[in-house]
């Protein structure tokens, strides 16, 4: 749990807050000893009329570190050899935003151009954040403790209350990857937040199946219909406590995917009650533990947290997390080819009910 709230500037102007899991971690004392230039310029958002989505472009994302030696990790805290991005010698939980954002409000929202007539371009406004889960650069989040996973997700509650604030923020999206196989850049355990100036494809795509539920069943909500039917199946649930589930989806798109969701219909992080709040660590860490004992390493995953827009269709949603795999073999990645990169048809090559008993049987 979060004992103590510190919110500094770094050399640059940009945010950094440190969630404590002790009254009296004082963090005002160390200051940012480096001198960074100016963030970025921020990316821009191009429509893409195909298909009614925007697409961010970031190209100062190009120069970003790549997987730098551990004593030149820019999320362990500072030595006095090395000035880190986090100023303090040591840290619980710190979020701050990120050097290279794909999103940034640190830009005018009212600067529209055209590239052509059906191209329009908006700026790339919104937030991306870094959260780092542990100070620790060999641990990961399947390592950290219940009661770290506890301030992990009071940190993601009180980043989720403050960008759905932003304006022109229109869904608050905490994730993390996992793995090199993943594409991830740094290996010290973190997540990161992207705060959309857009409702992003896949949520669009939900809301419209949500609202045709809605209205179909007089104001049933979907996603808890879908819940209820896996909770009487059975067959597909991996686990469960008092206050979560997790199951593998029916028709999941991946080797190894599972929904933890809360039994009671929350639209956010923020929503969630202190039991719940509670009862998510055993449940996930469980999980995590699972997949990295399928094939006996370290699985590359992206946990995703699916949160209510902050806008229109706020009604039709249900906090969950989505995990999945893109490990379907020891030896064996699942890529994005032609079917589904092209065509955003997917192939699992893994039953889903297979993958739950699996699952269920491995600890
Ligand atoms: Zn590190």
Known sequence: MIEKRTAIELSDGRELIYFDETPNADRTEWPDRRQLPPPPPTSQLRYDPLVD???????????????PPSDKCPLCPSTPEFASEIPAPDYDVVVFENQFPSFSDRVSPNEITELTDQV???????RCEVVCFTSDHNSSFGA???ARVRTVVDALADRTTELSALPGVAQVFPFENRGIEIGVTLSHPHGQIYAYPMVPPRTQAMLRAAERHATRTGGRNLYADVLAAE?????RVVAANE???AYVPASSRWPFEVHLAPHRQVPDIPALNDAERAAFGPLYLDMLRRFDALFDKP?????AWHQAVVGEGRDLGYLHLQLFSIRRAPDKLKFLAGSESAMGAFINDVIPETAAQILRDIR
Do not use: C, D, N
């Open 231 to 235: 909770q009487k199946a059975q067959v």
């Open 243 to 245: 206050h979560w589930t």
């Open 299 to 303: 699985m590359p995953y992206i946990s």
């Open 53 to 67: 989505e925007w697409v961010a472009v970031a190209a100062h994302r190009q120069t970003r570190t790549f997987l």
């Open 144 to 146: 950290l403790p219940e």
């Open 120 to 126: 329009p371009v908006r700026p790339g406004i919104g």
